[in-house]
Structure formats: C-alpha cells, structure tokens
C-alpha cells in the first residue's frame, strides 16, 4: 500500500481533539465504563503473575486500544461503545498488533537497560548526599545531578520518539492494511508534521489532569469516576486526533 499523507493542522486542532473526545465519551458513557472496567480487569490480573502477566499485557495493549479506535468509530456512526469491540480488533491484523507490542517491550526493555548501565551508579551516589545535609553533600548532589542530566534527557527523547511511533499505531493497524513498521513510520511523520497541535493538545491535557486530581483530593469520593472520565478523553481524544490528521483513511471496519 502506497504511503499515506498525514494532514497538517493548526496547533489550536489540539484542543480540538479533546473537545471531540468529550463528545465521544458523553455519548455513550455506559460503554466506557463497562470497556474501561474489563480493561481494569484485565490489569489487575496480570498483576498476580509478576513474570508472565505484565508480558501478556504489554503484548496484547496495542490490539486493546485498536479495539477502542474500533469502539469510538461505533460511537461516530451513532452506535454505542462494547466490551466486544476489544476483542474484535484481534480479529484483524492479530500478528502485527502483537508485533507492535512486542517493538514496544523491546524498546521499554532497551531503555531500563541504558537508564541501569549508564544511569545506575549516579542514581546510587545521588542518595547519598540527599539523606544527609552540609554544603560538600548538596555540591556532591549538584554534581551528580549533572552526570545524570545527558542520560535523563536522552532517555526523555528516546520515549518522546516511541509515543509518537506508537500514537496512530494501533488504529491504522485496524483501520488500514499497512505492516507494522509501515504504521510506525506513518504515525511518527504525522506526529512531526503537527507538533504545534500535540504541544495543545498535551498542554491543555495536562492542566485538565491537574484539575482532576485537585477534585479527588478535595472530594475523595469522586475519585474513581474522575479517573474513568479522564481515561476515556484520553483515549477518545486519541481517535480524534486521527480522525482530524487522516481524513482520507474512513474506518470501514463495522462494528455491531
């Protein structure tokens, strides 16, 4: 399949996304909470098999959330958001959504294992000095701290270039007959070609989050449905954006 053309937009686009992911959340709340409550399962599973679990998890993620960009075209074609939409994106492209999840445990793996190599033994003489106070202890500190800022940064933008290798992934997987490392490319063109719009949209996301977890503080209470709410904006948000940068690309992958 040829390349495709990822749109340029406005970085005001952003904020659009999430102002669009709202709408896909309040149509069908009932869908997202029970999508999101199997997820959670799902989760705290995994969390019993320490060794197995996490791996299995991290495998299946991507083909979880292409079954989300499934449930979110749903809710655009006026249909409502299903538990089975998770399982039906296995049903398509299954080999190359556990390929992009496998790329994802490799990376992951890589990255802890330069953060240990080059990363640990500053980590371990940086404790040190913090637990004890004098000005030879901060000076020690501040010097650490600069050992540890090349590594830190690196690290920072190595999982700056996965999020955006892996931002459209999974729904061009669902949505298209690309191969996994054609949608990797894909989707880190269409993150570099509208930065100003994911600077928004990551922006206005954070203060959102912020605003979130101050209400769950202030109202313990609400907890639990201010974290679904904001699981599900990120997510339908997510859809949004692709929606907005391939408008070319119509899921035509019906959902009952």
């Known amino acids: 399949?040829?390349?495709?053309?990822?749109?340029?937009?406005?970085?005001?686009?952003?904020?659009?996304?999430?102002?669009?992911?709202?709408?896909?959340?309040?149509?069908?709340?009932?869908?997202?909470?029970?999508?999101?409550?199997?997820?959670?399962?799902?989760?705290v599973v995994a969390i019993y098999?320490?060794?197995?679990?996490?791996?299995?998890?991290?495998?299946?993620?991507?083909?979880?959330f292409?079954?989300?960009?499934?449930?979110?075209h749903a809710i655009e074609s006026e249909r409502s958001l299903k538990a089975r939409h998770l399982l039906k994106a296995f049903q398509h492209n299954p080999r190359y959504l556990f390929q992009l999840g496998l790329i994802?445990?490799?990376?992951?793996?890589?990255?802890?294992?330069?953060?240990?190599?080059?990363?640990?033994?500053s980590i371990a003489d940086l404790q040190q000095p913090l637990a004890s106070t004098g000005t030879t202890q901060?000076?020690?500190?501040?010097?650490?701290?600069?050992?540890?800022?090349?590594?830190?940064?690196?690290?920072?933008?190595?999982?700056?270039?996965?999020?955006?290798t892996s931002w459209f992934s999974p729904a061009l997987l669902m949505f298209t007959s690309l191969?996994?490392?054609?949608?990797?490319?894909?989707?880190?063109?269409?993150c570099l070609r509208n930065l100003p719009?994911?600077?928004?949209f990551t922006l206005t996301m954070a203060m959102l989050l912020a605003l979130g977890s101050w209400i769950a503080l202030v109202i313990p209470l609400l907890s639990l449905p201010i974290?679904?709410?904001?699981?599900?904006?990120?997510?339908a948000s997510v859809y949004a954006s692709y929606r907005d940068v391939f408008p070319d690309i119509i899921p035509n992958r019906s959902s009952p």
Do not use: D, H, K
């Open 138 to 164: 901060l000076e020690q500190a501040q010097i650490t701290l600069a050992s540890l800022s090349p590594v830190m940064l690196g690290l920072l933008l190595l999982q700056l270039f996965m999020l955006m």
């Open 104 to 121: 994802n445990i490799l990376v992951e793996t890589l990255l802890s294992l330069i953060l240990i190599t080059w990363g640990g033994q």
């Open 66 to 72: 292409a079954g989300f960009m499934l449930g979110c």
């Open 179 to 190: 191969s996994t490392l054609q949608v990797l490319n894909e989707s880190t063109r269409a």
């Open 1 to 43: 399949m040829a390349l495709l053309n990822p749109r340029r937009v406005s970085a005001a686009r952003g904020f659009q996304w999430i102002r669009q992911g709202a709408s896909l959340v309040l149509l069908s709340p009932i869908g997202w909470i029970s999508t999101l409550s199997l997820w959670l399962m799902v989760v």
């Open 49 to 64: 098999f320490p060794t197995l679990g996490p791996i299995l998890f991290s495998l299946s993620l991507p083909g979880i």
């Open 197 to 200: 719009a994911f600077g928004m």
């Open 227 to 235: 974290g679904f709410y904001l699981l599900a904006l990120i997510i």
